[in-house]
């Protein structure tokens, strides 16, 4: 691991954490965050992106600690910060995002630290221009764009095509619904996709990176993967250099990675070596990935990507053609027909807000034989 160190390098702290005992992970991040130098200015609106995932406990190690995110509360609190925290998760379900915060524990440190808990797919969205010359532009939630600063606390999870879930990939969650899924669809492989992670994180700008890696997820992203002990926290003020750091943390190759690929090649980091960690950390061997190949074809017939955001049908005889969904779909998907309105499938991005404006739900989903079926698994899961 490298130990150069250079005025202009990116730099990432990493800091020993052996548990997930409250106030030994507070401490462990309130030293990440001093090490880099960062400065929180007070009074700010903060909004935190945690990894979660909606069917997973803390205990599954799939999804960014609760632990981490009352270090960061803390900190932000003594600053007198007004906190938010968001998420989407994968695979919409009207209402999981909101259960999401319940099984991760976060909603116990919201309550805890006055931090507003909020669901991506029930904020508007605004549309934003990206550096892409496939999909010229991209809608985020606004309160995202408003917030004075975003942390980004992701999870160490290893994962099949990208090589790492870490903290350029955390922010993808940003988009609302099955919006992520859509997006999967339109790209024609892993690195057009990575470039979509890479530009909301140019967008967006998070000021902070957080990585949860104390137990880190060989085999991920899903809970299928085996928990290792990494018992690190690492922190960054550039996400893709904190990616570069937990990759070769997992003894996996920077040039295999997608995300870090492109990062390099857009100027986000200078280079792989050109990074100042402060701190040791621990490497440890991960199951080797299939040999890479970056431009191979994303599956798009894949049931994961295709079958699970769900079309949306208009219930005529319950709408009362009010049009706050004709005023709410961001891309105007949406438009009136007589006294009711009509939805184009093919304009919509699956974003789903239009679900939570409609004052009678007249919005219905549509459902996919594969999102019955993950319905199916979180019902037996108690969700
Ligand atoms: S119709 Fe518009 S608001 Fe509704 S899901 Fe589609 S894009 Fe989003
Ligand atoms: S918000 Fe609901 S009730 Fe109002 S126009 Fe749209 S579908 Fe109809």
Not at 64 to 82: D, K, P, V, Y
Not at 146 to 171: Q, T, Y
Not at 350 to 375: D, E, G, Q
């Amino acid at each position: 691991m490298r130990k150069s160190k250079g005025a202009d390098m990116e730099k990432v702290s990493v800091v020993e954490c052996n548990s997930y005992i409250t106030e030994e992970v507070c401490s462990a991040v309130a030293e990440a965050v001093y090490r880099l130098d960062f400065t929180i200015p007070r009074n700010s609106t903060v909004l935190i992106k945690p990894n979660i995932m909606s069917q997973n406990t803390p205990r599954q190690g799939t999804i960014t600690h609760f632990s981490l995110i009352e270090g960061l509360c803390r900190i932000l609190q003594e600053h007198g910060c007004t906190i938010i925290i968001g998420e989407s998760i994968s695979f919409y379900q009207k209402g999981m995002t909101r259960k999401a915060f319940k099984t991760s524990e976060i909603d116990k440190v919201a309550e805890k630290y006055g931090a507003k808990c909020i669901a991506f797919e029930e904020e508007p969205l605004v549309k934003v221009d990206t550096g892409l010359t496939w999909m010229k532009e991209l809608y985020l939630p606004e309160i995202l764009l408003k917030a004075d600063m975003v942390i980004n606390v992701c999870k160490l999870k290893s994962h099949g095509s990208l090589r790492l879930s870490g903290a350029v990939k955390n922010m993808f969650g940003c988009l609302p619904g099955g919006y992520k899924q859509k997006i999967h669809t339109w790209s024609r492989n892993e690195l057009e996709l990575a470039d979509v992670f890479l530009d909301i994180n140019e967008i967006v700008k998070p000021a902070l990176s957080i990585m949860d890696a104390i137990d880190s997820l060989d085999g991920g992203p899903s809970s299928l993967g085996k928990l290792v002990d990494t018992c690190r926290i690492l922190a960054s003020t550039n996400a893709a250099a904190l990616d570069v750091v937990a990759t070769e943390m997992i003894d996996y190759k920077n040039e295999e990675s997608p995300i870090l690929v492109q990062a390099l090649k857009r100027g986000m980091i200078k280079s792989f070596d050109d990074i100042e960690v402060l701190g040791e950390p621990k490497k440890v061997l991960f199951k080797k990935p299939v040999k890479a190949n970056l431009e191979k074809p994303i599956n798009k017939n894949s049931a994961l990507i295709k079958h699970t955001y769900v079309d949306l049908e208009i219930n005529q005889e319950k709408c009362t053609g009010c049009k706050k969904c004709v005023h709410a779909c961001p891309v105007g998907a949406i438009a009136t027909e007589g006294d009711k309105v009509k939805l184009d499938q093919e304009k919509c991005i699956s974003c789903y807000y239009c679900l939570h404006v409609c004052p009678v739900n007249a919005i219905l989903i549509k459902p996919t034989m594969m999102n019955r079926l993950i319905r199916f698994g979180r019902f037996l899961s108690g969700l």
